[in-house]
């Protein structure tokens, strides 16, 4: 008692610290927008090679210091902007570089929060940010690095009503995002506007990157005209991905932001990066080039803004814009059951047998007492699990024979469970019933320390 009394102390006594931390790195936000303003209107202020404040000379000796990049490479990052969409994973680690490398201008867009189980891969956010805007987080980030680049903020999510407006300020866009809609329009927008594409992605233990629409290169469209099915479009909400792949990838976001800004090197046009962590291989493959039939930068009708603007990504990709998990609903209410009443047949010790649907990996994270585990997809395989599992169920209860056991079927969110409930219907398994919600709503409604995932 005396443990989780001083837990619950050093829990409040950090709660304050971080809210009187937050108040700090509020006043210094302040402070340092008006520093820049200082510094940017005071003409006087004295400049030497190519135009470099006496202040960048010291900071970025280094970069001065490489022939192939010099005061001409660091001058160009100065007077360049780079827009980051998506302070994830790869925004993470690709917004802390460019943050220190000292370019004028670096504007971040994110809608979302940060959450708990971000931090193995979202680099630039902290514990002491769960739950507040990843803009603001990573923005207090970039700030604590580098007070003498501007940080420009955007709050909202990026759609073709805002962004046009919003990429039009930036020389350079960085794709960090993780959907389909979004590398859509963010590729058609980069070509209304003429503007180069760092666009990155990583899933699992893999990674990639290229560059569009760069000098006469070509756009996401030119290489992907038609989105991939719906299924195919993994996401690290739904699927895994190990924390330093993304790190990879973004690292090389932005040196390739930084190549293309100061005007140095071969950017990684027409050419596509492929990471395989696994077996530790890099390679670089030739992509195809611009396509003249391309629907976005081709020769006979490219994009226009308004045809940018009233363009649908959403329903072209089949798949939203946010992130908000997929809630199926396949299956009448009477074949459905809430994980409420389900907690209240335990109570009432009737006779169930509960299959867990979900993949074997899945199932050893954290599982229900009493449940068998068949996986969805080899559902069909194993259905004499299942009548076994019934009449032992039956056998242990003393029931008479023909008296229903119940069959409940769980996942993890709820849409697995009503599609295998669906074909356990059409093989007669006409009782079986799924727990809407999954163990989601396990633990949202019956047990809070029951953990997610
Ligand atoms: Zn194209």
């Known amino acids: ?49 190519n135009n470099l404040p006496a202040h960048h000379i010291y900071r970025y000796s280094r970069h001065l ?24 994973g790869l925004g ?30 979202q680099i630039i956010h902290s514990e002491a940010y769960i739950g507040r805007p990843k803009v603001e987080s990573a923005a207090a980030a970039c700030r604590s690095i580098n007070s003498t680049t501007q940080i420009v903020e955007y709050k909202e999510a990026l759609r073709a009503t805002n962004a046009l407006e919003i990429m039009s300020k930036y020389d350079v866009i960085l794709d960090a995002t993780d959907n389909a809609p979004s590398r859509y329009m963010i590729s058609d927008c980069c070509v209304v506007l003429g503007k180069p594409l760092v666009s990155g992605a990583a899933v699992g233990l893999e990674g990639q990157l290229t560059v569009y629409n760069y000098n006469g290169g070509p756009c996401y469209r030119c290489l992907f005209p038609t989105p991939p099915p719906t299924t195919a479009c993994q996401r690290c909400s739904d699927s895994g991905v190990l924390g330093v792949v993304p790190g990879i990838i973004g690292c090389l976001q932005a040196l390739e932001a930084v190549k293309i ?57 089949q798949s939203p814009l946010s992130t908000t998990p997929l809630k199926l609903k ?36 954290v599982s229900l007492p009493r449940s068998l585990n068949i996986p969805l997809s080899s559902l069909e395989d194993r259905l004499p699990e299942i009548s076994s ?65």
């Not at 700090?24 to 520093?35: H, K, P, W």
Request: aromatic share 6%.
């Open 1 to 49: 008692m005396a443990g989780s009394e001083e837990e619950s102390r050093i829990i409040r006594e950090m709660e304050s610290l971080n809210e009187s931390k937050r108040k700090i790195d509020d006043e210094i936000r302040v402070l340092q927008a008006r520093l820049l303003q200082i510094r940017q209107n005071n003409h006087s202020s004295k400049t030497y090679g």
């Open 65 to 88: 210091l490489l022939p192939s990049f010099g005061v001409e490479g660091q001058a160009n990052l100065l007077n360049s902007s780079v827009l980051v969409v998506g302070a994830g």
């Open 92 to 121: 993470s680690p690709a917004l802390l570089y460019l943050a220190a490398c000292g370019l004028g201008r670096l504007g971040i867009v994110d809608h979302d929060v940060v959450e708990l189980n971000n931090l193995h891969r």
């Open 261 to 317: 800004s100061a005007k140095v090197g071969d950017p990684l046009s027409g050419r596509m990066l492929l990471l395989d962590a696994m077996s530790a291989r890099i390679r670089i493959v030739k992509i195809r080039g611009r396509s003249p039939q391309c629907e976005a930068c081709g020769d006979t009708s490219p994009l226009t803004r308004q045809q940018f603007q009233k363009f649908d990504y959403e329903s072209f990709t």
């Open 330 to 365: 396949l299956l009448p209410g009477d074949a459905r059951i809430s994980s409420t009443e389900f907690n209240k047949k335990i109570k009432d010790a009737e006779p169930y047998v509960l299959v867990d649907v979900r993949p074997s990996h899945h199932y050893k994270i």
């Open 389 to 453: 599992a019934l009449k032992k169920e039956q056998e242990c209860r003393g029931l008479e024979s023909g008296r229903g056991t119940a069959l409940y079927v769980v996942c993890r969110r709820g849409n697995d469970s009503q599609r295998a409930v669906e074909y356990l219907h059409k093989m007669g398994f006409s009782t079986a019933k799924d727990i809407i919600g999954g163990l989601e709503s396990w633990t949202f409604d019956i047990d809070p320390n029951f953990p997610t995932y």
